[in-house]
């Protein structure tokens, strides 16, 4: 099964990539990449810093209201950083606001950790997501390389289930 399976990766970008893709407006590359710290640590000698990055997106709209979807990509000092693929980020309105903020991982659908695993935030719109990750997710563990794989049909479930959340039909 781990052979049919996919990556958190390319789940990731399957998501992403099929997110509304009925309704987008416009696509953006951004002027300035967008940095999101998720992650700081400081001591008397050092500071840690973990960012999630976005160059480019794409505007929906639902409801008259814009929204910019955006796959982000890790950037950043902080040691334990390398942990994380990879996140989709959702903010209201046709661009970010600015160039720098310190939100975590508050307005993420999805994160993806280098190892494949799945996550969201406990906080924010999708924190219900988590409960369909664990119950509908069935995927192996590759003993070799203890990366996730997924079942590739999972990303249309998380499409659907974000895509409720976002139009209000959840």
Do not use: C
């Not at 209201?65 to 390398?82: C, M, Q, T, V, W």
């Amino acid at each position: 099964m781990a052979d049919e399976g996919i990556s958190g990766k390319e789940l990731l970008q399957g998501v992403y990539d099929r997110l509304f893709f009925e309704r987008v407006e416009e696509l953006v590359e951004l002027e300035k990449p967008v940095r999101v710290v998720v992650a700081y640590d400081r001591d008397h000698h050092r500071e840690d810093i973990g960012y999630m990055e976005y160059q480019k997106g794409k505007v929906i709209s639902l409801d008259g209201k814009h929204r910019f979807i955006s796959l982000g990509e890790p950037n950043g000092s902080y040691l334990a950083y390398d942990n994380y693929t990879g996140d989709i980020r959702i903010w209201e309105g046709k661009r970010p606001e600015s160039a720098f903020r310190m939100e975590g991982f508050t307005n993420s659908a999805i994160i993806v950790t280098s190892r494949g695993n799945l996550g969201v935030s406990k906080h924010g719109e999708f924190k219900d997501l988590g409960d369909l990750i664990e119950k509908q997710n069935h995927y192996d563990l590759t003993p070799h390389l203890q990366t996730t794989i997924h079942r590739p049909e999972f990303v249309d479930v998380i499409v659907g289930r974000i895509e409720e959340v976002l139009t209000g039909r959840s």
